[in-house]
C-alpha cells in the first residue's frame, strides 16, 4: 500500500548543508555492498569509487554497461496511482503507477511499486520463514514494526544484510522488467525515520543503490519515493526520478523539483493540497487519490489530476 507522511521534515533546508564535507562511512559502505552483492549473485554491482564520493554524494563511478537506459516518465503527464486496485485508467493518463504484482497497462507508460524497504502485510510469513535474519528488531528481540501499516521494516544495517535483501528485492525488480513495465518505484525509503534510530540514512542510501543498480541492470529508471532531506544525495543513491506523496502539505515539492526537475510525480491526498500543487506547480503530474487508492465504483474513490 502507498506510504502517506507520517511526520513533517522541518530542516530539509539542512540536508543540503555539508556538500563539501570530507567524505563520510557511508562512502566505504557503498562500495562494501557492491561488492557484496557480487559475492550473493550475478548483477550490475554499479560500484562507487569511494575517492570520488563526498559527503554530498557529488559524484559516482559510472554504471557498468547494460542495456540502454529506458525513458523517463514523460513530464506533467496526466498521472493514476493504482496500488490498491487495478482498474482501466481515466481517459487521458499516460503514467501509470502499479504493484508489481499487477500487470502493466498497454500502451501507458507503467511504473512498477516495489516495497523495498518494509514487508506487504499479505508477505509476512513468507519473511518469517525465509528471512528471519533479515527483519529488523529492536534490542530485545522483538520485530520493529511500521504502526501505520502493520509491516515489518528490513534490516538493512550491514552490507551483508544490504547485499541479501538485494537478491531477493532485485528479483522483484527483474520480475517488473520481464513484465514489460518501464520504471520502478522503491517504497518506504525513509524507514530510518521511523526505527527508533537503530537504522541510519547512510543505510537507507547504501540500499537504495544496489537496488537502483539492479533496476539500471535491467535498462529501467528508478524513482526516489518520498525522503525530501536526502534528495542532495541523489547521485550516491543512483535515482532518476521522484515519487512523491503530499509534498504540497509539506512544502516540499521545490526541494524534489531542485533535483529532478519537471520528473516528480506527485500523489495529494487532500482537496486543498491538490489544488494548491496545481496552482503552483503547473508543470508537474499531481493526482488527487483516496488514501486506500480504492477502484471506481468502490465507495470512498477519489479522482482528479492537473
Given at each position: 500500500?502507498?506510504?502517506?507522511?507520517?511526520?513533517?521534515?522541518?530542516?530539509?533546508?539542512?540536508?543540503?548543508?555539508?556538500?563539501?564535507?570530507?567524505?563520510t562511512e557511508v562512502d566505504a559502505?557503498?562500495?562494501?555492498?557492491?561488492?557484496?552483492?557480487?559475492?550473493?549473485?550475478?548483477?550490475?554491482?554499479?560500484?562507487?569509487?569511494?575517492?570520488?564520493?563526498?559527503?554530498?554524494?557529488?559524484?559516482?563511478?559510472?554504471?557498468?554497461?547494460?542495456?540502454?537506459?529506458?525513458?523517463?516518465?514523460?513530464?506533467?503527464?496526466?498521472?493514476?496511482?493504482?496500488?490498491?486496485?487495478?482498474?482501466?485508467?481515466?481517459?487521458?493518463?499516460?503514467?501509470?503507477?502499479?504493484?508489481?504484482?499487477?500487470?502493466?497497462?498497454?500502451?501507458?507508460?507503467?511504473?512498477?511499486?516495489?516495497?523495498?524497504?518494509?514487508?506487504?502485510?499479505?508477505?509476512?510469513?513468507?519473511?518469517?520463514?525465509?528471512?528471519?535474519?533479515?527483519?529488523?528488531?529492536?534490542?530485545?528481540?522483538?520485530?520493529?514494526?511500521?504502526?501505520?501499516?502493520?509491516?515489518?521494516?528490513?534490516?538493512?544495517?550491514?552490507?551483508?544484510?544490504?547485499?541479501?535483501?538485494?537478491?531477493?528485492?532485485?528479483?522483484?525488480?527483474?520480475?517488473?522488467?520481464?513484465?514489460?513495465?518501464?520504471?520502478?518505484?522503491?517504497?518506504?525509503?525513509?524507514?530510518?525515520?521511523?526505527?527508533?534510530?537503530?537504522?541510519?540514512?547512510?543505510?537507507?542510501?547504501?540500499?537504495?543503490?544496489?537496488?537502483?543498480?539492479?533496476?539500471?541492470?535491467?535498462?529501467?529508471?528508478?524513482?526516489?519515493?518520498?525522503?525530501?532531506?536526502?534528495?542532495?544525495?541523489?547521485?550516491?543513491?543512483?535515482?532518476?526520478?521522484?515519487?512523491?506523496?503530499?509534498?504540497?502539505?509539506?512544502?516540499?515539492c521545490d526541494v524534489f523539483t531542485?533535483?529532478?526537475?519537471?520528473?516528480?510525480?506527485?500523489?495529494?491526498?487532500?482537496?486543498?493540497?491538490?489544488?494548491?500543487?496545481?496552482?503552483?506547480?503547473?508543470?508537474?503530474?499531481?493526482?488527487?487519490?483516496?488514501?486506500?487508492?480504492?477502484?471506481?465504483?468502490?465507495?470512498?474513490?477519489?479522482?482528479?489530476?492537473?
Amino acid at each position: 500500500m502507498t506510504r502517506m507522511r507520517s511526520l513533517s521534515f522541518l530542516t530539509v533546508a539542512f540536508a543540503f548543508m555539508g556538500c563539501d564535507e570530507p567524505a563520510t562511512e557511508v562512502d566505504a559502505s557503498l562500495a562494501r555492498d557492491a561488492a557484496s552483492a557480487e559475492d550473493a549473485g550475478p548483477r550490475d554491482a554499479g560500484l562507487v569509487d569511494a575517492g570520488l564520493v563526498d559527503a554530498g554524494d557529488a559524484a559516482v563511478a559510472p554504471r557498468d554497461a547494460g542495456p540502454p537506459m529506458g525513458a523517463l516518465p514523460p513530464a506533467n503527464g496526466p498521472l493514476d496511482y493504482q496500488l490498491g486496485a487495478s482498474y482501466p485508467p481515466p481517459a487521458g493518463v499516460v503514467v501509470l503507477a502499479r504493484d508489481r504484482e499487477a500487470r502493466p497497462a498497454e500502451g501507458l507508460y507503467t511504473i512498477c511499486y516495489v516495497n523495498g524497504f518494509q514487508t506487504q502485510p499479505h508477505e509476512r510469513a513468507f519473511w518469517e520463514r525465509e528471512h528471519p535474519d533479515l527483519l529488523l528488531r529492536d534490542g530485545s528481540g522483538a520485530l520493529v514494526i511500521d504502526p501505520d501499516w502493520d509491516e515489518i521494516l528490513l534490516d538493512v544495517r550491514t552490507p551483508e544484510r544490504r547485499a541479501a535483501l538485494a537478491t531477493v528485492v532485485g528479483g522483484w525488480i527483474d520480475g517488473c522488467a520481464d513484465a514489460g513495465f518501464d520504471a520502478i518505484e522503491i517504497d518506504n525509503l525513509d524507514t530510518y525515520a521511523r526505527s527508533s534510530g537503530l537504522i541510519r540514512e547512510d543505510d537507507a542510501v547504501a540500499f537504495m543503490r544496489l537496488l537502483s543498480d539492479r533496476a539500471h541492470a535491467r535498462g529501467l529508471p528508478i524513482a526516489q519515493k518520498n525522503s525530501a532531506e536526502i534528495v542532495s544525495r541523489r547521485a550516491a543513491m543512483g535515482t532518476d526520478f521522484a515519487v512523491v506523496e503530499e509534498c504540497n502539505r509539506w512544502d516540499e515539492c521545490d526541494v524534489f523539483t531542485g533535483a529532478y526537475g519537471d520528473h516528480v510525480y506527485v500523489i495529494e491526498y487532500r482537496r486543498a493540497d491538490f489544488d494548491r500543487g496545481c496552482r503552483d506547480f503547473p508543470q508537474l503530474s499531481i493526482v488527487l487519490r483516496d488514501l486506500n487508492l480504492v477502484a471506481p465504483g468502490s465507495a470512498g474513490y477519489v479522482y482528479d489530476g492537473c
